[in-house]
């Protein structure tokens, strides 16, 4: 049996908060080709699940992604903004034909709900916050791998996907579970960020590249924070974006006891560390050429080197 408190009771934490199992398998059946498969508990994700007959419309007037792109055989990037274009939270989105699903952060889910629940007073549709009811798994996969489950998967790249399942779906399941800090590495490795914890209202969603993994439609109609977030875009007048940078120590000390900013050579602020995992940070920088050499102390201690993300041509100098 693999449920929420079996996986609670038989694994732990990690410095950064990411489930880490036990070593030995969590089935005795290990042979199936399910059981080949990377999976990992996102433990800090959650889903919202948002169904009734004005879902579509209400979200359509909330989120940057178009609804009408997202059918059950896509998933999409989204955000929710404020009316300034600040964002509230970003998330993955799919359909399974009767009930969207945004899968997000647990604390950003907590807050998006609230958000949402002003706005939804004058439309038929539900919100459900699924933290409870719902496991958030991360899942690698192949073409000589796949599953036959029916639970929902959102599939964030050719390799990746997500799985939404219930509570007790894993029960007699045969499951590799693998650290989820694998799963947040590569998602550095990805350029793609999660709003999380206290940096809610921070960021337009370009400031983290939103754009360029397609999580915001300058096509669609109006939304909550749309005028700033195309104004600022045609204009071209975006001043921040999110990079990858590799500390280069392996000192656990060091790795364990990161500020939260860069600097470059002549000690100035560049921006705000937004997430870590070892030694591999996302950061959102000022300006638009970032030096390829920051640190993380304005007396140029502990080097830090720019990393290519895979939706940018090259190293921008």
Not at 168 to 188: C, F, G, K, M, S
Not at 201 to 216: M, V
Request: net charge negative; aromatic share 10%; with cysteine.
């Amino acid at each position: 049996m693999v449920s929420r408190s079996t996986l609670e009771q038989q694994g732990s934490n990690d410095i950064w908060g990411d489930y880490l199992p036990q070593t030995e398998p969590l089935s005795a059946k290990n042979n199936s080709p399910a059981s080949k498969i990377k999976t990992c508990w996102l433990n800090q994700f959650s889903a919202l699940k948002i169904y009734g007959p004005d879902a579509e419309r209400f979200l359509q007037g909330q989120l940057t992604c178009n609804l009408t792109d997202i059918t059950t055989d896509t998933v999409h990037y989204g955000a929710c903004c404020t009316p300034k274009g600040r964002i509230v939270a970003n998330f993955n989105i799919s359909f399974d034909g009767d009930n969207y699903w945004l899968v997000l952060p647990t604390k950003s889910a907590e807050v998006l709900d609230k958000h949402l629940q002003k706005y939804k007073v004058f439309f038929k549709a539900t919100i459900e916050n699924c933290q409870h009811s719902h496991l958030i798994l991360g899942q690698w996969q192949d073409a000589e791998t796949s599953t036959n489950r029916n639970d929902q998967q959102l599939a964030i790249s050719p390799s990746r996907q997500f799985l939404i399942v219930e509570e007790q779906a894993l029960d007699n399941q045969d499951v590799n579970l693998v650290p989820t800090l694998d799963w947040r590495l590569e998602d550095i490795s990805d350029g793609i960020f999660f709003i999380d914890n206290d940096q809610h209202e921070q960021w337009i969603p370009q400031h983290i590249n939103w754009h360029k993994l397609d999580g915001i439609s300058f096509s669609k109609g109006c939304y909550t924070g749309q005028e700033i977030v195309a104004r600022l875009q045609y204009l071209g007048k975006v001043k921040k974006a999110l990079y990858h940078y590799q500390i280069d120590s392996n000192d656990d000390a060091i790795l364990s006891q990161i500020g939260t900013q860069l600097f470059d050579s002549q000690g100035k602020s560049q921006g705000d560390i937004v997430m870590q995992r070892n030694s591999q940070i996302l950061a959102v920088l000022n300006g638009e050429n970032p030096e390829v050499n920051l640190y993380l102390t304005d007396s140029n201690e502990f080097p830090l080197t720019l990393q290519n993300l895979p939706y940018t041509d090259k190293k921008e100098k």
